[in-house]
């Protein structure tokens, strides 16, 4: 069941990464890049997070390849809310994870899709259009990367690549101590977007860690 899931998802993926692939290398000025603050805590201009007419125009190609699918089920769009949010099975969608990035001209973005039964992830990809990366799995089914079966790590912490995002928000949620001890401790750090974090399922990395976020930044990562 979750296969079939997978492949409708699979389908969404190819689909929204044309419609992305189409925008790079536009300006932000003509991609029209405006910002929205999601996280009261992380309220700076430069942490609010952006928007452009790609995010948009992915988000509707996928929207419209689920919804032919599966019109009974829910939503969670990173740009237009919640949408059946009684339903059972649920699909979260970002349609570009690092817009900023991809606003510069910058391959370190992605695509993140999720599908959840009461409110449990069963079916997570992260697609990263560029760099030619597609990590899935499924619940009891593992994660596989470019089709290859893989599995996190098992390095010691002081053998560990770390991933992280930026060092201000652990600051503004006191940790700021805490953060630098664990930097010491580790081979190599690393800031990060959803790349990086998909990247422990697959052992490339071996630890990450997330302040603040969306439930749709996050989603793919929690299975």
């Not at 948009?56 to 769009?77: C, D, N, T």
């Not at 560990?160 to 600051?171: G, V």
């Amino acid at each position: 069941m979750h296969e079939y899931f997978l492949d409708i998802w699979l389908h969404a993926v190819e689909a929204a990464k044309k419609v992305t692939l189409g925008y790079r290398g536009k300006s932000a000025e003509e991609l029209g890049m405006t910002t929205k603050l999601d996280d009261a805590r992380f309220a700076d201009d430069h942490q609010k997070s952006p928007v452009t007419i790609a995010d948009q125009a992915a988000e509707q190609q996928i929207k419209s390849i689920i919804k032919a699918a599966f019109p009974e089920h829910g939503f969670i769009w990173e740009e237009e809310g919640e949408e059946r949010s009684e339903a059972d099975y649920k699909w979260i969608i970002d349609p570009i994870d690092g817009t900023r990035n991809f606003a510069r001209g910058l391959p370190y973005w992605a695509i993140l899709l999720a599908l959840s039964y009461k409110d449990e992830i069963i079916v997570a990809i992260v697609c990263m259009p560029v760099l030619g990366e597609l990590i899935w799995a499924t619940k009891g089914g593992g994660t596989r990367a470019n089709g290859k079966q893989v599995h996190v790590s098992t390095h010691t912490l002081s053998q560990s690549y770390l991933a992280h995002n930026r060092h201000t928000y652990f600051s503004q949620i006191g940790k700021e101590q805490q953060f630098a001890e664990l930097c010491k401790q580790v081979r190599y750090t690393k800031s990060c977007i959803s790349r990086e974090m998909a990247y422990v399922a697959t052992g490339w990395f071996d630890v990450a860690i997330n302040v603040g976020g969306n439930y749709y930044d996050n989603a793919p990562i929690r299975l």
